[in-house]
């Protein structure tokens, strides 16, 4: 069954406005957020907790499984700082957000980010390491990179998400007649 509404990725290193852009996203189109973040942690999609990295080891065979029932559908805003673990033929359009790196430094540091994390991610986001993830895993014309510096550029980016969900939508309806 083609799907009716999309699957979008939002990525990009943390701290660089996922969460943000996904929830005036979701307000705005009624599409679900899905906050991997938070699935991996209710579902038990891990082998435990992580202390040095501050994070859970995600196992991502069960996180696969516990989405492969509901994505597939469609509707679904991904937000998550990795990107390359789903199926191609699951995911319409992949958003990498980018911040400049000082922003990025002061954004992680108000959130107590431990220094070598923080660096970690600074070092991350310098080197594009998640965008070319993205590259690397999917058609180059459906990843977008995408500046996330103000807080205008939030309203801007969501904009132009909500137009291509639009074009998107006629064009399925087109290739369905
Ligand atoms: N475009 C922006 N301009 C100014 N501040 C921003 C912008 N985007 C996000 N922020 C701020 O940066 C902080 C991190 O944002 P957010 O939680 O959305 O990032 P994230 O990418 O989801 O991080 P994580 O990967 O850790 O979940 C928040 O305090 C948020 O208000
Ligand atoms: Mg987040």
Known sequence: MPRTQPNIIITGTPGVGKTSHCDVLAVNTGLKHLSINRIVKDRGCHDGWDDEHQSWIVDEDKLLDSLEDELPLGGHIIDWHACDLFPKSWIDLVVVLRTDSTKLYDRLKARKYPEQKL??????????????EARGSYDQGIVVELRS???????????????????????????AA
């Open 119 to 132: 660096q970690e991610n600074l070092d991350s986001e310098i080197m594009e390491v998640l965008l070319d």
């Open 149 to 175: 510096d103000e807080a205008d550029d939030i309203e801007g980016n969501v904009g132009r998400i909500e137009t291509w969900i639009k074009h998107w939508e006629q064009d399925q309806v087109a290739s």
